[in-house]
């Protein structure tokens, strides 16, 4: 083929980008990414989302694919860029969302400035993702790239890699785009069916426990169906949140801490444990002893993959394979038995709604957490995505939101890092630009990825920011003071975070009261823009409530 026939490296992968769908790259480009940049500024069907850290870039393009379940592209230099994507990476990889990360590095055929920024960044992201490679030549594009994709989709998704030197991008190629392939996931096989059904028919006390994995897959309509017909109760996971809708009489709740709630007696009171999707990111919601102590739980193990042993996880009864289709099949076979009783699990809910009502209903100032979180209940629509960044308040928002679609309260109990709150919120305001938005921060999540309000400000999106403001790292304070230790070395300063967010040409407000509250959030849900609420928070009695009081009171039932 002529040279002038040929196509330009950098334009391949744009080309074989598009191929796969990609409608967004985010991301911060530097020198050795020049060439790609370039190419993309001519494609008429990939937008360049320009972020202000790689961090953020890197949350959104996972978020991106939370949502979608397609594969969402950042993009970064080489050297200090590529570091930055390091925890993004890793957010991606434990939470299964899909991504590409794109690197780029100085040429690797003529080097004409020693080692300056050069790291082994493929060798560096080979431990937190799925796949990591370096174009060593522009013939393998399409080959490489549609692997990246295939790799990070397939269940589980993560994060996948690929670093384009700066030689590589400027090569010309006589290389196609590789059309994406069409694939369906395998059924499970019948005699596990059969296996699972017949524990279900003998078992007295039923439960679900819906983990990430049926998240993942989208399999609400089907175990809707299956709780519908079965009138079996169900648990979730925090990963699992919201994949039935929480209003259901038959939800028992969500396990948000790791053991002692109201929860966990209903769990401990079930005779055969349906765990659909999980995932061994999330500490098991329930344990299974191995010592020879009496336990006759049946756990029947329902996923894509096979269980991973655990001392305290080693399952019964594995149904692998679509797990949609899996639940079907079980539904289609299984007679309710009239032997079921789950009267006592759903006592143990209803002391649990009972104990959480009385604590919402305290309105006192600075505004007291479950209150807060009643408050964001009543003001968003079903539909709205509350995107949680990392701290006490998830496990808050966990137990006592009530989730009525899947992925409607994004929570990251995987990698659990502080800084997505805010960039994942993005990445659903553009995703669903219909839907009301709103990220929960602490103030100290907030400020590791604060720079990225200009960002939402630049993009126009709807979104509204509420920073529970107690000027330290929460999280970490409770868990001091649970352990005896004396209170020291978390506390800061804070910008005024209202002058802030009005710097960035966004709107900034200050909570003055629980009322005041109520009324900030419906403003801001029904005002376009951004809008960053302050809202001083009481943790002054989170060790007492989560550690002592939810323990003896469900003891005691």
């Given at each position: 083929m002529a040279e002038a026939d040929k196509t330009k490296a950098s334009d391949l992968f744009i080309q074989c980008l598009e191929q796969e769908g990609v409608e967004y790259i985010f991301g911060v480009p530097?020198?050795?990414?020049?060439?790609l940049l370039d190419s993309l500024s001519r494609s008429e069907k990939i937008k360049l989302v320009l972020t202000r850290h790689e961090q953020g870039a890197g949350f959104m393009a996972a978020t991106y694919g939370r949502h979608t379940g397609k594969t969402g592209v950042c993009l970064s230099t080489l050297g200090p860029g590529a570091t930055n994507l390091?925890?993004?990476a890793a957010y991606a990889t434990l939470g299964g969302m899909p991504i590409l990360m794109i690197t780029g590095q100085k040429p690797i055929k003529k080097s004409k400035q020693g080692r300056f920024q050069i790291l082994d960044v493929v060798s560096m992201m080979q431990p937190i993702t799925k796949y990591a490679h370096q174009m060593a030549s522009s013939d393998n594009i399409p080959s490489r790239l549609r692997e990246a994709f295939r790799i990070a989709e397939e269940e589980k998704p993560g994060a996948t890699h690929i670093e384009l030197p700066e030689d590589v991008a400027d090569e010309h190629t006589d290389s196609r785009p590789i059309p994406r392939s069409t694939v369906r996931r395998p059924t499970a096989d019948m005699k596990s069916i059969v296996q699972a059904v017949e524990a279900l028919e003998k078992a007295k006390r039923p439960l679900l426990v819906i983990g990430a994995g049926a998240n993942r897959k989208m399999t609400s309509k089907m175990l809707g169906e299956f709780v519908e017909k079965t009138g079996i109760p169900f648990v979730t996971t925090?990963?699992?949140k919201?994949?039935?809708d929480e209003r259901h009489p038959k939800f028992l709740g969500c396990a948000a801490l790791s053991a002692g709630d109201f929860v966990h007696r209903a769990i401990e009171d079930s005779d055969c444990?349906?765990?659909?999707?999980?995932?061994?990111?999330?500490?098991?919601?329930?344990?299974?002893?191995?010592?020879?102590s009496r336990d006759d739980?049946?756990?029947?193990?329902?996923?894509?993959?096979?269980?991973?042993?655990?001392?305290v996880y080693f399952p019964h009864i594995e149904v692998i394979g679509d797990i949609a289709n899996a639940i079907w099949q079980i539904k289609e076979a299984v007679t309710p038995s009239p032997a079921w009783d789950s009267s006592a699990m759903l006592r143990y809910r209803q002391a649990e709604l009972d104990h959480t009502a009385q604590l919402a209903a305290d309105e006192r100032f600075p505004v007291f957490p479950p209150h807060l979180v009643q408050q964001v209940r009543d003001a968003m629509p079903d539909d709205a995505i509350v995107c949680l960044d990392n701290g006490v308040y998830k496990i808050w928002f966990a137990r006592g939101y009530c989730a009525c679609k899947p992925n409607t309260v994004l929570l990251d109990n995987a990698?659990?890092?502080?800084?997505?709150?805010l960039p994942s919120a993005m990445a659903s305001a553009m995703v669903y630009p219909d839907r009301k938005v709103i990220a929960i921060c602490g103030d100290g999540g907030f400020m590791m990825n604060s720079q990225e309000m200009e960002t939402a400000v630049r993009l126009g999106l709807n979104l509204t920011v509420l920073i529970l403001n107690d000027s330290a790292y929460g999280m970490i304070r409770w868990k001091q003071a649970n352990m005896g230790f004396d209170d020291f070395g978390l506390t800061y300063g804070n910008p005024d975070f209202v002058k802030y967010a009005e710097s960035y040409g966004a709107n900034?407000?200050?909570v003055e009261s629980a009322e005041h509250l109520k009324e900030l959030l419906a403003h801001c849900r029904d005002t376009p823009g951004v809008h960053l609420i302050d809202c001083p928070v009481d943790y002054s009695e989170n060790d007492r409530i989560l550690n002592t009081e939810i323990k003896d009171l469900s003891k005691a039932l």
């Open positions: 530097g020198e050795e990414n020049l060439d390091v925890t993004a925090q990963l699992g919201g994949v039935i444990i349906f765990n659909i999707g999980h995932d061994v990111i999330e500490k098991p919601p329930f344990f299974m002893h191995n010592d020879g739980r049946v756990v029947v193990h329902v996923s894509t993959k096979t269980a991973e042993v655990d001392p990698l659990a890092t502080m800084g997505a709150g900034g407000y200050r």
